[in-house]
């Protein structure tokens, strides 16, 4: 019999009180400014990078048309090395541009790109690094930055999972050449939709302001062949009151994140993924992996969630490699990813999202918990 009891999804975007964004909707609607770089797109730019701890920012529709301008603003071309443990935007963005990706491992403590793999996998096509700040645990950015500076290779992190996230130096966003940002409605801060392109230099994002704006310069000039990536003056507004509940909602997250750790520590067989040495975490997913020692199958953990109403996500499974448009390739052969390929096969992300409640979360462990006695 099904639990009947409310469902519990893996995440829940966070929503401020709707009479909080009402008088934003009211400035809007009195300055009649929609998009094209209206005063709240400017006003969250310039908050974010303060936020952030970065130089430059630009706002974008969404993450995967930013992840697409990227490659763009840096002229990328041949071939990119990237990971296969990953959503698909990643590897989607380079076939968009006419890029072939070239999958490398992972580490198996960290879920990151493996830097002692990346070397082998470079040929004369090789024109950059695509990392992924998997699940917001930072990369090894000096490895791979080592790499790209020895063989002169551009770095653009995917940092999706990455917002707010402090490794040893600062913001972990001001690493590579370019770092990708998203603010989808499940991510720790949300535009509804959204993403940006932290930027190292003015120059930089000029040219990235150009791209997303169809290349345009001025009202007669086009110097690119840009596409519409702009964010709308609502979902810059909505950035702005979400920045206002940012450390509230990370606070909320740890909380979660502890105590899943500290209930979860005696079982047998569910080991939870550790942070890779991060200044400050944004706690934005909870993956644990599930061992042979756990008394059922990752899968069949997978569905007694469900049987209770509980909606974790196998997140990532299948990996991007193994997906039609890539399985071909010769680096999307199972035998060169073999860490990958077990992670992805153990791998679930426990529901975290600060709406969570006690009780909530409490369910869930008894539902994992629950398995070991029956």
């Known amino acids: 019999m099904s639990d009947s009891r409310p469902p519990i999804y893996v995440t829940k975007p966070f929503l401020p009180d709707l009479k909080e964004v009402m008088p934003y909707m009211e400035k809007i609607w009195a300055n009649q400014i929609l998009t094209n770089g209206g005063p709240f797109h400017q006003q969250l730019e310039k908050a974010l990078c303060e936020h952030l701890g970065v130089e430059h ?82 990369c090894d950015v000096e490895a791979i ?3 790209a500076d020895n063989y002169n290779l551009k770095v653009i992190y995917d940092a999706a999972h990455a917002f707010g996230v402090q490794c040893h130096c600062g ?29 190292p230099d003015a120059k930089t994002k000029q040219r990235i302001d150009h791209l997303k704006n169809f290349g345009f310069v001025d009202e007669v000039t086009v110097v690119a062949p840009g596409i519409n ?13 979400q920045l206002q509940h940012i450390d509230a909602a990370l606070q909320r997250r740890a909380e979660i994140d502890a105590r899943y750790r500290a209930e979860l520590a005696d079982l047998p067989g569910i080991r939870c993924v550790r942070d890779s040495g991060e200044k400050v975490a944004n706690h934005s997913y909870f993956p644990i992996l599930v061992d042979a020692e756990y008394p059922i199958s990752r899968d069949a953990l997978y569905a007694r969630l469900r049987e209770h109403n509980i909606f974790a996500r196998r997140y990532f499974y299948p990996l991007i490699s193994d997906f039609p448009m890539y399985r071909g390739m010769p680096s999307a052969d199972p035998s060169r990813l073999p860490v990958a390929s077990e992670i992805a096969r153990k791998v679930l992300c426990l529901p975290i999202y600060p709406a969570l409640t006690d009780e909530e979360q409490g369910r869930v462990i008894e539902a994992i918990r629950g398995a070991c006695r029956n």
């Not at 930013?66 to 990237?82: D, K, N």
């Not at 968009?96 to 580490?107: A, E, T």
């Not at 990536?229 to 009151?241: C, D, T």
């Open 229 to 241: 990536g702009k964010m709308s003056e609502f979902n810059a507004a909505f950035g702005l009151i």
């Open 57 to 138: 920012i630009a706002l974008f529709t969404n993450g995967t048309i930013a992840l697409v301008t990227a490659l763009q603003a840096l002229r990328v071309t041949g071939e990119v090395i990237t990971t296969p443990y990953s959503f698909v935007a990643t590897a989607h963005s380079l076939l968009w541009n006419g890029i072939k990706p070239v999958f490398v491992d992972i580490d198996r403590d960290t879920l990151n790109l493996d830097p002692r793999k990346i070397e082998a996998a470079i040929t004369p096509q090789t024109t950059a690094i695509m990392p992924v700040h998997c699940y917001g645990h930072p």
């Open 145 to 147: 930055q080592k790499i």
């Open 171 to 199: 913001s972990v966003l001001n690493h590579g050449d370019l770092s990708v940002l998203s603010f989808h409605a499940t991510k720790v801060f949300n535009t509804f939709e959204g993403g940006a392109i932290v930027c």
